[in-house]
Nanobody, 125 residues
Framework: QVQLVESGGGLVQPGGSLRLSCGSSRFTLDDYAIAWFRQAPGKEREGLTCIGSSDGTTYYENSVKGRFTISRDYNKNTVYLQMNSLKPEDTAVYYC??????????????????WGPGTQVTVSS
């Protein structure tokens, strides 16, 4: 199982930006499609975006399209989630996950193989 760790969360004002990172010290993330999810208190885990392993194909849910950008840095073995124009409703714990190989880039929670522990993002004035 791939061990992932997220970082970069914190408190930000509405309209602000944050960049989350997803890395692994033991596994090469190039081999995996990676997805970002979030879960707000009392709500189900929500898939946001994903990036393919080989061709860099990306997908975005409508809730974040145009505001969030997923990308890879192959040299740093890291996948990023750049979040702009943040809103209070973006407040949640954010998770990265590796997708099961047969599914590729997917934001379906049941199609993920490994998860990080999450990082808290709070958007508030």
């Amino acid at each position: 199982q791939v061990q992932l760790v997220e970082s970069g969360g914190g408190l930000v004002q509405p309209g602000g930006s944050l960049r989350l990172s997803c890395g692994s010290s033991r596994f090469t993330l190039d081999d995996y499609a990676i997805a970002w999810f979030r879960q707000a208190p009392g709500k189900e885990r929500e898939g946001l975006t994903c990036i393919g392993s080989s061709d860099g194909t990306t997908y975005y849910e409508n809730s974040v399209k145009g505001r969030f950008t997923i990308s890879r840095d192959y040299n740093k073995n890291t996948v990023y989630l750049q979040m702009n124009s943040l809103k209070p409703e973006d407040t949640a714990v954010y998770y990265c996950a590796t997708s099961l190989r047969r599914f590729g880039c997917t934001v379906v929670a049941d199609h993920q193989a490994s998860w990080g522990p999450g990082t808290q993002v709070t958007v508030s004035s």
